[in-house]
């Protein structure tokens, strides 16, 4: 059985990225391991949450994410696939995790489905995974192009 892990913060674009990799017919059964990776809560209000809500909210993230995505892995033509979830730990890297869950289930592909966001660098999944840098000088020309152009009216 070939073992996948994916590393997901956002539903659709998590399906958008397994659609190339899931076969039509006569595959070989898959292991899907889906990490869910839950956004951060802000320092302004985790002064005011609990632990326990805290926890709460994560979980009721993650069933709500593993539901919009599991459809797409669980399809009557995909009957001997097996789907594990779980929630990613907030104080554990991810290159941890996923050297614990390889060694949990064998020898595995990583699949880092999680959605870039502009002037947020992800933290890697494997050791030797390169950064894309998030260049803000492209964005800071753009908007001073708008203002020259704004300025012109």
């Not at 805290?54 to 789907?83: G, H, Y």
């Amino acid at each position: 059985m070939e073992t996948i892990i994916v590393f997901i913060d956002d539903a659709d674009y998590a399906v958008q990225m397994l659609q190339p990799m899931l076969p039509a017919t006569n595959h070989i059964p898959t292991r899907w391991v889906l990490v869910g990776c839950a956004p951060r809560i802000t320092r302004r209000i985790s002064k005011w949450v609990t632990q326990a809500a805290r926890q709460s909210w994560q979980s009721a993230w993650a069933d709500k994410v593993f539901a919009q995505v599991l459809p797409s892995l669980q399809q009557p033509s995909r009957t001997s696939d097996e789907v594990i979830t779980q929630l990613a730990p907030a104080r554990q890297s991810l290159c941890d995790l996923t050297q614990s869950l390889t060694q949990q289930y064998g020898s595995s592909r990583v699949l880092d489905a999680r959605r870039p966001k502009l002037g947020h660098e992800l933290q890697p999944v494997t050791p030797g995974q390169k950064q894309e840098r998030q260049q803000m000088t492209g964005l800071a020309a753009a908007l001073a192009g708008a203002g020259v152009l704004a300025g012109f009216d």
